[in-house]
């Protein structure tokens, strides 16, 4: 497993992401955070622009999300097939990348569906609330689905090599740091 996290993280380096976001056959997408307006507010206002994207380099506080990397990677299909076999296909949607530097998130959410988080490089600070959350506890009118409210009760940070399992309803918050990436 440690040679295949290794060939991974070589080939998901920052430039060949950035490479890859520029690619319209692959779903891309940068999530924004930027401090509320008013304090009544969520503490962050999150932003989403929809790739394809051609740039050299993220922003302070953006998040890079690739999905379906299994199908253009073939060291990512490796690890989908020959770590993730004991679940069956049809619980098994893609594999995604979250990409960015410190202070990078895609804000408090949560999945209807088992998420696998596994941290290539770098650290992602989680906080996480027990649940089980609906629709109807999100954000109106938001630009991404985000927790009105997020009552976190356990806090861990994940380092390169962990997998974190999160299940569907549970409310999850990662926060990046410096050159984070992470594979869901």
Known sequence: F???LEDINKTL???ELLVLA????????????EPAVSKDDH?????????PFEQDRLDTGEML???????????VSELLTDHFSFLPRWRIDDVMASYGDAGASCGPHFDHYDVFLLQVRGEKQWLLADGPFTDE??????DVRLLEHFPFSQSLTQSAGDLLYIPPGVGHYGIASDDSLTLS
């Open 2 to 4: 440690e040679n295949l």
């Open 13 to 15: 380096n920052s430039k």
């Open 22 to 33: 520029s690619n319209e056959m692959i779903d891309t997408r940068i999530i924004s955070r």
């Open 43 to 51: 503490p962050y206002d999150y932003e989403l622009t929809l790739g």
């Open 65 to 75: 999300m690739l999905q379906g990397l299994e199908q253009h990677l073939a060291v």
């Open 137 to 142: 506890d999100l954000l109106p009118d938001a």
